[in-house]
Nanobody, 124 residues
Framework: QVRLVESGGGSVQDGGSLRLSCAVT????????MGWFRQSPGKEREFVGA????????LYADSVKGRFTISRDVAKNTLDLQMNILKPEDTALYYC?????????????????WGQGTQVTVSS
């Protein structure tokens, strides 16, 4: 079984930075592709970024490209999301997710495991 727990959310000003972390339990973490999604009230959960199991490949949504960086530490079983130049439109509940196939996907249906989410609020 795989369990994901996000942390690091909070409130920041427009232009600020936050670093989210996702602690993963489960022996196969090193083989999973990992992703971040976010959801604002009244909106669908949307893709933010993903990283392959071997860290060689990453994908980002156009809206965060150049501002957000995803990374993973296999030894620590953690997934991070460094968010810079935050904007009010980045306000959302952020979820980490794991895809047991190991492949990168932007669609939520291909992710098998999800955390409970951590709230990010950016004020103008």
């Amino acid at each position: 079984q795989v369990r994901l727990v996000e942390s690091g959310g909070g409130s920041v000003q427009d232009g600020g930075s936050l670093r989210l972390s996702c602690a993963v339990t489960g022996r196969a973490f090193s083989r999973y592709a990992m992703g971040w999604f976010r959801q604002s009230p009244g909106k669908e959960r949307e893709f933010v970024g993903a990283i392959s199991w071997n860290r060689e490949n990453t994908l980002y949504a156009d809206s965060v490209k150049g501002r957000f960086t995803i990374s993973r530490d296999v030894a620590k079983n953690t997934l991070d999301l460094q968010m810079n130049i935050l904007k009010p439109e980045d306000t959302a509940l952020y979820y980490c997710a794991a895809a047991s196939s190991g492949r990168l996907f932007t669609t939520r249906k291909y992710y098998d495991y999800w955390g409970q989410g951590t709230q990010v609020t950016v004020s103008s």
